[in-house]
T-cell receptor, first 115, second 112 residues
Framework: KAGVTQTPRYLIKTRGQQVTLSCSPI?????VSWYQQTPGQGLQFLFE???????NKGNFPGRFSGRQFSNSRSEMNVSTLELGDSALYLC??????????????FGPGTRLTVL | DAKTTQPNSMESNEEEPVHLPCNHS???????IHWYRQLPSQGPEYVIH???SNVNNRMASLAIAEDRKSSTLILHRATLRDAAVYYC?????????????FGGGTRVLVKP
């Protein structure tokens, strides 16, 4: 079955712009989580959506937001881009939320460059 | 967030075993120990998980100390394809949802 897909794979924006990234989870998965990966901070949790509700949120400013649709696809939005937002944005999907034995499946990521 | 400590990097020769240690002295009784790895230019992928007993799967083995304050991921015969960053993560209870707290991980270099 198809894995987690993320679009676009690469994106270049300028400071002050906004961007929307998309994630399609594995069929049947209802949880989508988003992560930011940078060389300096490593992998950091942004937020998780489960059944269209934000389940958990990391320590990021309000410029970072997300949503989930009824088909479990998710989008994340970053407004007023800053140079420091340049990163690899990863999404992960799983069947349920909060099950400690559950596996998360990651997509290939979207590489965002802010100029 | 529960914290893990791993060496920054390790080297191994191809076809030899690799033992990757992880310290998690503040682990709680309900935390599961998960390992993920990230190959170059890819998202992380699940490797193995366990609670108290040692675990084996087709990718690796997980040895958990009796006091659960440390664990070791064992790759039995390293291949070039196993070169990756390996992350040891504690999965907390239901309240944490699916949040994974990644540390710095261990970068594994496999030499031919």
């Amino acid at each position: 079955k198809a894995g987690v897909t993320q679009t676009p794979r690469y994106l270049i924006k300028t400071r002050g712009q906004q961007v929307t990234l998309s994630c399609s989870p594995i069929s049947g998965h209802r949880s989508v989580s988003w992560y930011q990966q940078t060389p300096g901070q490593g992998l950091q949790f942004l937020f998780e959506y489960f059944s269209e509700t934000q389940r958990n949120k990391g320590n990021f400013p309000g410029r970072f937001s997300g949503r989930q649709f009824s088909n479990s696809r998710s989008e994340m939005n970053v407004s007023t881009l800053e140079l420091g937002d340049s990163a690899l944005y990863l999404c992960a999907s799983s069947w349920a939320s909060g099950v400690s034995t559950d596996t998360q499946y990651f997509g290939p990521g979207t590489r965002l460059t802010v100029l | 967030d529960a914290k893990t400590t791993q060496p920054n990097s390790m080297e191994s020769n191809e076809e030899e075993p690799v033992h990757l240690p992880c310290n998690h002295s503040t682990i709680s009784g309900t935390d599961y120990i998960h390992w993920y790895r990230q190959l170059p230019s890819q998202g992380p992928e699940y490797v193995i998980h366990g609670l108290t007993s040692n675990v084996n799967n087709r990718m690796a083995s997980l040895a958990i100390a009796e006091d659960r304050k440390s664990s070791t991921l064992i790759l039995h015969r390293a291949t070039l394809r196993d070169a990756a960053v390996y992350y040891c993560i504690l999965r907390e209870g239901k309240a944490a949802g699916n949040k994974l707290t990644f540390g710095g991980g261990t970068r594994v270099l496999v030499k031919p």
